[in-house]
């Protein structure tokens, strides 16, 4: 199915997996609203642009800085987008954060801080997403396969994590007379940037050890499944996909 005429608001979406997304959309002929929360991503956000411009050049670019973390923020987002797009078929919400510490060591900042990105800026999104995608729209976010794995450590990060699988289960009863789709895709342990800094060489290889080829997860496993929920699988709502090679099983 082609995405030729619509509009794909994607969070975090100049690098890793929102690229790799942003790439699969475009290929499908969708315009691409681009979101990025650090300015230090401006250069990822202007070599993808140029990519993306080079081999699309019929679709449509664009690219906003903010940090989500006030439903201000997020509301303006989608405010822009509108306003230089004219509608919102599409939102995928890749934004999020991890810490991996043993609950003992997590402060009071650090819990605020995990969840102002991983739960309250997604509830946010998905606020907007309700008020302001089309009819027949799709609404997919990005969670994590530790929904899955009950593993210490990562406590506060799959906490934080599992209210989004709560919130889409509403939504997407919300929405279901308007014919939006709303899910999850669940990755397992990516291999990004992201992913190293808090695993040692032994924690990598055991991680890598539980997925399908003895590999991590990687972005070109995940982009494809996001493309799939807003073309051919747009019967699919309310549901959590898990996406990581076997690393759990549900």
Same mark, same amino acid.
């Given at each position: 199915?082609?995405?030729?005429?619509?509009?794909?608001?994607?969070?975090?979406?100049?690098?890793?997996?929102?690229?790799?997304?942003?790439?699969?959309?475009?290929?499908?002929?969708?315009?691409?609203?681009?979101?990025?929360?650090?300015? *230090?991503?401006?250069?990822?956000?202007?070599?993808?642009?140029?990519?993306?411009?080079?081999?699309?050049? *019929?679709?449509?670019?664009?690219?906003?800085?903010?940090?989500?973390?006030?439903?201000?923020?997020?509301?303006?987002?989608?405010?822009?987008?509108?306003?230089?797009?004219?509608?919102?078929? #599409?939102?995928?919400?890749?934004?999020?954060?991890?810490?991996?510490?043993?609950?003992?060591?997590?402060?009071?900042?650090? +819990?605020?801080?995990?969840?102002? #990105?991983?739960?309250?800026?997604?509830?946010?999104?998905?606020?907007?997403?309700?008020?302001?995608?089309?009819?027949?729209? =799709?609404?997919?976010?990005?969670?994590?396969?530790?929904?899955?794995? &009950?593993?210490? &450590? +990562?406590?506060? +990060?799959?906490?934080?994590?599992?209210?989004?699988?709560?919130?889409?289960?509403?939504?997407?009863?919300?929405?279901? &007379?308007?014919?939006?789709?709303?899910?999850?895709?669940?990755?397992?342990?990516?291999?990004?940037? &992201?992913? +190293?800094?808090?695993?040692?060489?032994?924690?990598?290889?055991?991680? =890598?050890?539980?997925?399908?080829?003895?590999?991590?997860?990687?972005?070109?496993?995940?982009?494809?499944?996001?493309?799939?929920?807003?073309?051919?699988?747009?019967? #699919?709502?309310?549901?959590?996909?898990?996406?990581?090679?076997?690393?759990?099983?549900?």
């Amino acid at each position: 199915m082609s995405l030729q005429g619509q509009v794909a608001l994607i969070t975090g979406g100049a690098k890793n997996l929102g690229a790799a997304t942003a790439r699969e959309l475009a290929n499908a002929g969708a315009s691409l609203a681009l979101h990025y929360n650090s300015p *230090s991503s401006k250069n990822d956000a202007a070599q993808l642009e140029s990519e993306l411009k080079q081999k699309h050049p *019929s679709v449509k670019v664009a690219f906003y800085q903010a940090d989500l973390t006030t439903a201000g923020a997020v509301e303006k987002l989608f405010q822009d987008a509108l306003k230089d797009f004219g509608k919102i078929d #599409i939102v995928v919400n890749n934004v999020g954060k991890v810490l991996k510490k043993p609950i003992t060591e997590i402060s009071e900042k650090e +819990y605020d801080e995990m969840f102002a #990105i991983n739960s309250k800026a997604a509830f946010f999104i998905l606020k907007e997403a309700a008020k302001h995608v089309s009819d027949g729209g =799709k609404i997919i976010s990005v969670v994590t396969a530790l929904l899955g794995a &009950f593993t210490g &450590f +990562y406590t506060s +990060y799959a906490g934080s994590k599992a209210t989004v699988e709560h919130f889409t289960r509403g939504v997407c009863k919300e929405l279901q &007379f308007r014919r939006i789709s709303v899910n999850n895709v669940a990755p397992g342990p990516m291999d990004t940037p &992201f992913f +190293y800094p808090q695993e040692s060489p032994e924690a990598v290889e055991f991680h =890598k050890s539980n997925g399908l080829g003895g590999r991590l997860t990687e972005v070109t496993d995940i982009a494809p499944i996001i493309r799939f929920l807003c073309t051919d699988g747009g019967w #699919i709502t309310g549901q959590t996909l898990f996406a990581n090679g076997g690393y759990t099983t549900r």
